[in-house]
């Protein structure tokens, strides 16, 4: 089975600005999720694009989908310190990346 | 409902000895997953059920690693003969799949740490 690839593999911002990661997969999907994990804990479920979907918002988060270019793009805006966590994508089912660690410097 | 909980939290163990977990979904999610995940890696998949059916195990899942989920609630984790290459975060989650269209949106327990001695 695929997994997505991250990246970057960490990110750096300050409180206030955008943080922006990316998603690569292989083969066809269904549709394609992200996840927040803070350290030491479990993953919590951000949002669900389908592959009928190019683009979906909530909150502070705007996902993208190109399923011709086997990829998805993960945009906080407004970053807060609380956003501090790393970030996976799941392109179909069961399936992790290394995601990728942001940090949001106060 | 109170979401997924997984029980221990923590667990040390020896080397050799054999350590069991255990994990409640959300009272009406029909589908339970195990993963496991090391530091600065994402989490591995390692088996699911669809309510006391297993139907998919990693080869990642040695001989040394059983899953049940007797009566399609609660599910145990059982690794015997520990090795230290098995300490990580063992994560357990849950979802609920019908109909024709599956999402796989999973909600996760908070994990149970192993550290293997």
């Known amino acids: 089975s695929q997994q997505g690839e991250e990246d970057p593999q960490a990110l750096s911002i300050q409180e206030g600005e955008n943080a922006t990661m990316n998603c690569s997969y292989k083969?066809?999907?269904?549709?394609l999720q992200w996840y927040r994990q803070n350290s030491g804990r479990g993953l919590v479920h951000l949002i669900l694009?389908?592959?009928?979907?190019r683009e979906k918002h909530s909150g502070r988060l705007r996902v993208t989908l190109d399923t011709s270019k086997k990829s998805s793009s993960l945009l906080i805006t407004a970053s807060r310190a609380a956003d501090t966590a790393s970030y996976f994508c799941a392109p179909g089912k069961s399936t992790f990346g290394d995601g990728t660690t942001l940090t949001v410097k106060p | 409902d109170t979401g997924v909980s997984q029980d221990p939290r923590h667990k040390i163990t020896k080397r050799g000895q054999n350590v069991t977990f255990r994990c409640d979904p959300i009272s009406e999610h029909n589908r339970l997953y195990w993963y496991r995940q090391t530091l600065g890696q994402g989490p591995e998949f390692l088996t699911y059920f669809q309510n006391e059916a297993q139907l998919e195990k990693s080869r990642l899942l040695s001989d040394r690693f059983s899953a049940e989920r007797p009566k399609g609630s609660f599910s145990t984790l059982e690794i015997q003969r520990t090795e230290q290459g098995d300490s990580a975060m063992y994560l357990c989650a849950s979802s609920l799949e019908f109909g024709l269209e599956r999402t796989d949106t999973q909600y996760f327990g908070p994990g149970t740490r192993l550290t293997v001695l």
């Open positions: 083969t066809s999907i269904n549709n």
């Open positions: 694009i389908r592959s009928n979907e």
